[in-house]
């Protein structure tokens, strides 16, 4: 069984700058993919970034240029730095992690982004 766990949500000014990290523990052996999503009120959740184990990224087209998205294979953590913070970046954020070939997903961290 493998638990992610998120952290470093709140409520953010626009314009600012957040930090989310996401740590995995149980049994893991080694980890896939790592990725960000977020599902804000009324709407589906979809990728914000992606990061494959050779260090390959992917972002969304919202967020290109503004987020970084890391990975730390030695605590089996993800991280997502995001800056110039925009209302619209308002979402519950999950990260997500292929283990042993299974996506697991952690419960989520809302951030709130304020005028």
């Known amino acids: 069984q493998v638990q992610l766990v998120e952290s470093g949500g709140g409520l953010m000014q626009a314009g600012g700058s957040l930090r989310l990290s996401c740590a995995a523990s149980?049994?893991?052996?080694?980890?896939?993919?790592m990725g960000w999503y977020r599902q804000a009120p009324g709407k589906q959740r979809e990728l914000v970034a992606r990061?494959?184990?050779?260090?390959?990224?992917n972002y969304a087209d919202s967020v290109k240029g503004r987020a970084t998205i890391s990975r730390d294979n030695t605590k089996n953590m993800v991280y997502l730095q995001m800056n110039s913070l925009k209302p619209e970046d308002t979402a519950v954020y999950y990260c997500?992690?292929?283990?042993?070939?299974?996506?697991?997903w952690g419960k989520g961290t809302l951030v709130t982004v304020s005028t």
């Open positions: 997500s992690m292929v283990v042993g070939g299974m996506n697991y």
């Open positions: 149980g049994s893991i052996f080694s980890i896939g993919a």
């Open positions: 990061i494959t184990s050779r260090n390959n990224t």
